[in-house]
């Protein structure tokens, strides 16, 4: 089993997205996948077509109350594939907040993890962050044992994995944690851009073949899957988008194996 | 695109990367390698050595006397149209539910900044945590502005706490004051965020950092 945390502090960047098309794309090849709905902007949960201000429970319950409410209790399946939603929740801001201060902060995704795993197996877990540094990001970093870093072929690309690497070192100083890059992911990428070309050459300079072969391109399919409330792969499977994000998991399982 | 042009664009991206540093990402980190004996050390994690974030916490606010102070340099303003408006206009938290009437209305706005508020000072903490005095001095800015904003639209902070909303301040208090200065940062409740070995000059550069932030069109 690998868990994996999608991160990026910058909004936009296809964290989301990626985290609902990677994950259909490697349950619909059977593997037991779940997602863990951790912004509390909860995209993810919205764009598989579950509405979380309708729910009752979501992750912020477990984050905070983990006796009352265990992770298992919130779990959603999707569209009848081996693939299952934690759903996120505005209220998570909250919880945030509610467990900054405590000692064991950073630690709570991770026990609710261990708990779950001891009832239930997984092969893939992803974990979609907020676009921000803070407590419910370490959660999701403490608990994964990889990383994906979702980006825009941009020029702030490498800033922003500075900052990254400098939370990560940061982390090392007080948290007990092993993580590992999964790859780099250079999503929105537009083809026939000379620009895209160059930026995406250097980030493979310095990353090397940390850097995923796949390229996500920019394909409005994506977006509109996402209004529609299912993974690109049951909405219009011949998309671009679609293939990309097939085509990524073929990579990854390759990876994993190979 | 010329080729001159894209070389040049070559070297400022080959330069940026030269600046910063990857290492942790490309070869992965590992904390749990360490003996039993240091293993039991950290049980506690030192993330205890970073002061928790008590700054937005009713439960562990700052001392009244702090907040006295606060009261007596931000005048209560009475709700000026121009903060509401831009209350109306907060970023990135909507409410699926409409809500219709005036106090309706600045209790969604309450909740917003007040959520809006935990995401900046999560992010100054995060940033604080990685010793970046430029990055946590960005988010200390949207922290002060917002701070800013809750004062003017409720000074004393009653009607989020009639809402209980997000991050509002305990009975007794009103918010936080802001920290626009080396003085009042050390005042401020914000200071136990910095890091333990944090001096003067890492606050120096935080507070210049905060006035260097530009609040325009885009909400930042
Ligand atoms: N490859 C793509 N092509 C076009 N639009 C995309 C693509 N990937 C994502 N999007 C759209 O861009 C927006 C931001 O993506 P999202 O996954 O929510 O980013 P993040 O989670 O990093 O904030 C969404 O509306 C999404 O549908
Ligand atoms: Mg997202």
Redesign the interface.
Known sequence: MKIVAVVN?KGGVAKTTTTANLGACLAARGYRTLLIDLD??ANLTLGLGIEW?ALECSLNHVLLDPDEVPLKNILHQIADLPLYLAPGH?DL??A???L????????RLRNSLEDLFKEETFDWVFIDCPP???????NAIVASSH?L?PTEPK?YA??G?????????????????????LGVLLTMYERGT??HQ??AE?IR????D?VFQTVIYKNVRLSESEVEGMPIILFDRRATGAQNYEQLAEEILNRATG | ?RPDR?TS??Q???R??DA???????Q?????EESEET?AA?E???????P???V??PE?AAPAEQQIHAKQEIPAEPESSAAADLISEVP??TS?VHRETREERLHTALEALG?RL??EV??M???L????AQ?AGFYLAHVNQLLELLHSVDPDGDVARHYQT??CPPEGRTWFPTAWSLAELAESPFSALLPPDADDEFAREMIYAAWGVEFSHNGT
């Not at chain 2, 910063?20 to 490309?26: C, G, R």
């Open positions: 502090q509390p902007q201000y505005l801001a909250h945030e907040a509610m900054m201060p405590r000692p064991d902060s950073a630690y921000s540094l803070g407590t419910l990001t370490q990383l870093i020029f490498f800033a994995m500075d900052t990254l690497n400098k939370m990560i070192v940061g982390l090392t100083k007080g948290l007990r944690f092993r993580i590992e890059l000379r620009l160059t930026i250097e300079e310095r990353f090397g940390k | 695109m894209l664009q070559r400022r991206l080959r940026q990367a910063f540093e990857f290492n942790a990402l490309i992965g980190v590992s904390t749990l293993a950290e506690a994690p030192a993330i205890e050595n970073f928790p974030a008590a937005v916490l562990t990135t938290i699926p959520i935990l995401q999560g992010r903490r995060a940033a945590r990685a010793y970046d990055e997000t991050a």
